[in-house]
C-alpha cells in the first residue's frame, strides 16, 4: 500500500499565482516527520519544509507552508506568489519509525511548471 | 548550500567496473543516508548509518557496499556495474536519527551521477 500519496503528477501554474501541492500520507505511528523537497533539472534535492507530527501549528518557511491536517492524513504544500525559478519537481516524504529504523519515505512527485 | 558534500559530481564507467562515492555530512551531522534515484524507480533508500554503525538497510544490492569512518565522512562502494545501476546517487546528513524534532531535518548533497556504459 501507498504510504505517501501525490495525486498530482504534473501541474501548470501562471506566475504569480499561489500553487496547492497535495500529499496524503498513511501511517499508524503516532510520531512522525513530514517533508517537502524540490529537485530543479539540474538533480539536486533541496530540503523546503518540516512539520512533526506533535507540531500544533503550520510549518511556514518563507513562500512556503505546510497545510497539516493531521485527522485527515494530509500535509500539502503552498507556495505563495509562485515565481518562473519554482519550476521543479516537489517530492513529499515521511519519517515515520517502523520497529528500530528510522527511514523516510517517497512520494511519486509532482512535476511543477510556472508559466511566465 | 546544503552542507553536504558528494564528490564526483559526475562519473562514466563501464560495466563490470568498481566506484566509490563519497560523502562528507552536514558538520555535526551523526546521520549518514545513501539513496539512489533513477528515472524508473524514483527515490530509493540505500543504506543509512550512526555515528559509524550501520542503522538502517534498505534495497541495497550485495553488490553494493558503505561505510561510515570515525570523522563521518562515508563511502558507498558500487562493484560489478551493470547498466541498470545508472543513475543519480545521494548522500544525506541528519543530527541525529530520531523521528519527529526539527533537529531531525535530512539534508541533501547535489548527488553523483553515475553512468554505466
Known amino acids: 500500500a501507498q504510504k505517501i500519496t501525490q495525486t498530482q503528477p504534473g501541474m501548470f501554474v501562471q506566475e504569480k499565482e499561489a500553487v496547492t501541492l497535495d500529499c496524503t500520507y498513511d501511517t499508524s505511528d503516532q510520531s512522525y516527520g513530514l517533508f517537502w523537497y524540490k529537485q530543479p533539472s539540474s538533480g539536486e534535492m533541496i530540503f523546503l519544509i518540516y512539520q512533526g507530527s506533535y507540531d500544533e501549528q503550520n510549518a511556514t518557511e518563507g513562500r512556503y507552508s505546510l497545510n497539516f491536517q493531521k485527522a485527515r492524513k494530509s500535509a500539502n504544500l503552498v507556495i505563495s506568489a509562485s515565481q518562473l525559478g519554482d519550476s521543479a519537481m516537489y517530492f513529499c516524504?515521511?519519517?515515520?519509525?517502523?520497529?528500530?529504523?528510522?527511514?523516510?519515505?517517497w512520494g511519486a512527485g509532482t512535476k511543477l511548471i510556472i508559466k511566465p | 548550500d546544503s552542507g553536504v558534500t558528494q564528490t564526483p559530481k559526475h562519473l562514466i564507467t563501464a560495466t563490470g567496473q568498481r566506484v566509490t562515492l563519497r560523502c562528507s555530512p552536514r558538520?555535526?551531522?551523526?546521520?549518514v543516508y545513501w539513496y539512489q534515484q533513477s528515472l524508473d524507480q524514483g527515490l530509493q533508500f540505500l543504506i543509512q548509518?550512526?555515528?559509524?554503525?550501520?542503522?538502517a538497510k534498505g534495497n541495497i544490492l550485495e553488490r553494493f557496499s558503505a561505510q561510515q569512518f570515525p570523522d563521518l565522512h562515508s563511502e558507498l562502494n558500487l562493484s560489478s556495474l551493470e547498466l541498470g545501476d545508472s543513475a543519480l546517487y545521494f548522500c544525506?546528513?541528519?543530527?541525529?536519527?530520531?523521528?519527529?524534532?526539527?533537529?531531525?531535518?535530512?539534508?541533501f548533497g547535489e548527488g553523483s551521477w553515475l553512468t554505466v556504459v
Open positions: 544525506a546528513s541528519s543530527v541525529a536519527s530520531g523521528v519527529a524534532s526539527s533537529g531531525n531535518t535530512i539534508y
Open positions: 516524504a515521511m519519517r515515520e519509525r517502523p520497529g528500530s529504523n528510522y527511514q523516510l519515505i
Open positions: 558538520s555535526g551531522d551523526l546521520s
Open positions: 548509518y550512526y555515528n559509524g554503525e550501520e542503522r
